[in-house]
């Protein structure tokens, strides 16, 4: 099936009782068995529940993986593929990336004897360098949250391969419609469901995907063991909301051209970072690799401070100053003093996270609408 189909089908199944075509939302804790042992494949739903299967097959089906499962949150997700590691292990991880992220990685983890390298994985040979015996897990994000950096999500994969690390990929920017990375060689990917995936912002989720049988048994056994499963109501609606996926990503990317565009001939805007731009640092890998740019931009003011960047902010009118993205609403962030708050100011200058730069998650509302209100905002 082509993306658009198993958006819709993969995965789901009219149901068998009464022939709903919706997934049902089996809100329920248990299940009753026969004799102990003998169920329909159900004991108790932070194991298994039926809604959240049929989401995790579809998720599955979206990223062309074997296997997908379901977390209460993107953060439960990335906690659960953490604990993969042991003390010693070590992960390199870009140096661009989301903080809450970051902040798991330094703040919890290293506790645990976990170590962490960050480097600007937008240049491939920087992962190399930092190689050593216990390095056991790299970790990309791209495009990355927010300087839209672009790593080469091939290259990397082959070079893990080649050294028995493994590699993941945080896939929300791109959401699965834009790309694929374990077509690419990566071994696991995961997202932040709560993004372009349920597209409505009324869901907080995570997920895993995958083709390796063994590490889906390793990793189903954490979520199960730890519990950070999402409840069949939020299944239910992620479900839902990934029926349009394709059709709001186009518009996403439409309209994210537009505004980046517009962006770039103001005067008042220094830099704007959009994979999109052929001057873009690695515009020809995410031509290669990506099938559109994307709905996410940042930019700078030439009036490079924080009060500059908050006048924008409390400005707009359609763009909402509000943590998160992807969803149909366009939103405004400003990643110094909010999603990356938690990134050392020295840290986040080094990747060009400089004070006045404001995120835009670019909804599909009309593009004329959403421009006058960034021109007015200016
Ligand atoms: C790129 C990225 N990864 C992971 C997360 C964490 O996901 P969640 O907020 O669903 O826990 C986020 C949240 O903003 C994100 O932007």
Request: aromatic share 8%; proline share 4%.
């Amino acid at each position: 099936m082509k993306f658009a189909t198993k958006a819709i089908h993969a995965g789901v199944h009219p149901d068998p009782e009464t022939g709903a075509i919706m997934t049902p939302i089996y809100q329920t804790s248990t299940y009753v068995q026969r004799s102990p042992g003998d169920h329909e494949g159900y004991e108790y739903s932070r194991t298994h529940n039926p809604t959240r299967t049929q989401l995790q097959d579809n998720l599955a089906a979206l990223e062309n993986g074997q296997w997908g499962l379901c977390f209460s949150s993107g953060m439960g997700a990335i906690d659960t593929l953490v604990k993969l590691l042991k003390p010693g292990d070590e992960v390199i991880a870009t140096n661009d990336l989301y903080g809450g992220t970051y902040r798991i990685f330094t703040k919890v983890y290293e506790n645990y004897g976990v170590k962490f390298h960050f480097t600007d994985l937008g240049n491939a040979e920087n992962f190399e360098k930092l190689i050593n015996e216990n390095t056991k897990m790299v970790w990309m994000e791209t495009p990355t949250n927010p300087m839209l950096t672009i790593i080469d999500i091939e290259t990397i994969a082959k070079v893990a391969m080649s050294k028995n690390i493994l590699s993941v990929v945080d896939n929300t920017f791109a959401s699965p419609y834009l790309q694929n990375p374990l077509d690419l060689g990566v071994d696991l990917i995961m997202h932040s469901v709560t993004k372009y995936i349920n597209g409505h912002l009324d869901v907080v989720m995570g997920a895993i995907v995958g083709n390796d049988a063994t590490l889906q048994e390793r990793l189903a056994f954490i979520q199960n063991a730890c519990g950070a499963v999402p409840g069949p109501q939020d299944c239910f609606l992620v479900l839902r909301g990934i029926k349009t996926l394709h059709v709001r990503m186009e518009r996403h990317c439409e309209n994210g051209r537009k505004v980046a565009e517009f962006l770039k001939s103001h005067p008042k805007v220094d830099k704007v970072y959009w994979p999109g731009f052929a001057d873009h640092h690695n515009h020809v890998i995410a031509k290669k690799q990506m099938k559109n740019f994307g709905g996410m931009i940042s930019f700078t003011l030439k009036d490079d401070s924080i009060a500059s960047a908050e006048k924008f902010l409390s400005t707009t009118e359609l763009f909402s100053l509000a943590e998160s993205l992807g969803g149909v609403e366009s939103l405004c962030g400003h990643p110094a003093s909010m999603t990356h708050a938690s990134i050392p100011r020295e840290e986040r200058m080094k990747s060009g996270l400089v004070d006045s730069l404001i995120r835009l998650s670019v909804g599909i509302e009309d593009a004329d609408d959403l421009i006058a209100d960034i021109n007015q905002a200016l």
